[in-house]
């Protein structure tokens, strides 16, 4: 088994962000609940754990806390700040309750820069900014410990007891605002002594053998979207199946305009894939009629999907296996053990739970930026692994209230603006996600000399890297009067624009 890196959950607001940052590293890292036991950590071949931070305090009664055995199991430890606070407080140090909070970016003063604080620092290599983010705050360190660095604000900012292999940082490494908060990752991970070996190539490798054993001479079938996510996940179970994979595109008539038209020809012309097209547009709309309330919508879609392919797959004969492009943020949106539901996924949370088929989803544990990766390693085409970002319920969930027909209309037309717009403006690389929402709400406007009710029309437009976080995109103002211009004249109904200038959090990038 592949030697890694685990992330103790403590309900994070980064703690995939962490895990992202090890993979970048070259170190393979998964993401597992705080109360795993020091047993399942040794027997998936963990050789180093990072604590995550979280919103928890340690006096809590209910704070979250790992096997009693971490601390002397002998694997390194790095925490970061809710993780550094449980270290010195279970290990006999003193942490207090506020008093010394800080939030936002703060300068890090260097004290001892051997192991993990080695190299840091921007220009002086004795200080460096970093983002804090902690209430309570670390007074005394435990026994053996040492302090190696600190703030302002913040005596005990960094702790290190290297022959027990146990550090920790109040502030987050992991975040972009700290200055060198890969190099520290880097010093734990090259005093935990691990191999630097995970790479999409290897990651493939490994799928395809993990997919060949599960499935054998059973057959599958593939939930084909058009997007990046679902169109990697069947090549890749493709390739490792062979003609036992069968893809199905459903057109649930909640597809952008000319949706699949390049993936398909790419997966049918260049791969040779068999697949199967269902037109279920009547049957999703019939389903989605009356249904105002997202969460609901979701639910509808994802129930609908299942349904659809086991009915093509008793068409086909005999199907054992579903596969699914789930990604890792789909599954952390829709709920975990230490994650609220932000909102269920159609292909997580929305599915029925007398699911026929057995699903694969060899996906499931990656970021999208690593699923682009992926799909260059497979050798798809630039035109299909950079395509944006899509919903699996599709235009459903940005028309906001009921789905008809007419309102499907006006929201694809503006979509397509939207995009053919954002590509004259040569902006596809530099932006994560672009498109159009109907939002259900109707101004006064005036066209024509004429009094006019329509509907508002918002763009959205976000920078990011996973989609756990984003910002919104500073569009040129030229690039938006051209949308603003062109959805209110080509499209009848509409009569204003706006643009939304929302980050995630507070917002999710999708309206609905």
Known sequence: MRERVVVLDFGAQ??????????????????????TPIGSLKGRNCKAVILSGGPSSVFARDAPRPDPGLFQSGLPILGICYGMQLICHALGGHVIRGGHEEYGKAILEVLEPDVILRGFGDGDANRGQVWMSHGDTVLEVPPGFQVIA????????????????????QFHPEVVHTAGGDRILSNFLEFAGVPRTWTMKSFAEEA????????????????????????????LVYLSIGDNLTGIFVDHGLLRADEASTVLGTLRGQFKMNIVMVDARERFLRKLSGVT?????????????????????RRLGDIKFLVQGTLYPDVIESGTKTAATIKTHHNVGGLPEDMELELIEPLRDLFKDEVRALGKELGLPDEVVWRQPFPGPGLAVRVIG???????????KADAIVREEIARAGLEREIWQYFAVLTGERSVGVMGDERTYGHAVAIRAVTSQDAMT?????????????????????IKGINRVVYDVTSKPPATIEWE
Do not use: H
């Open 208 to 235: 395809k053998a993990a997919i060949k054993k599960k499935v054998g001479d059973a057959r599958a079938v593939s939930a084909l979207s058009g997007g990046v996510d679902s169109t990697v996940a069947s090549l």
């Open 293 to 313: 309330d997202p969460e609901q919508k979701r639910k509808v879609i994802g129930n609908e999907f299942i349904r659809v392919f086991e009915e093509e797959a």
């Open 14 to 35: 980064y703690a995939q962000l962490i895990a992202r940052r090890v993979r970048e590293l070259g170190v393979y890292c998964e993401i597992l609940p705080f109360d």
């Open 150 to 169: 600190r703030t302002e604000r913040c005596p005990i900012a960094a702790v290190a007891c290297a022959a027990k292999g146990i550090f920790g940082v």
């Open 402 to 412: 009921e789905v008809t027909p007419e309102r499907l209309e006006m929201v694809r």
């Open 470 to 490: 984003a910002d919104w995109a500073r569009l040129p103002y030229d690039v938006l009067e051209r949308m603003s211009t062109r959805i209110t004249r080509e």
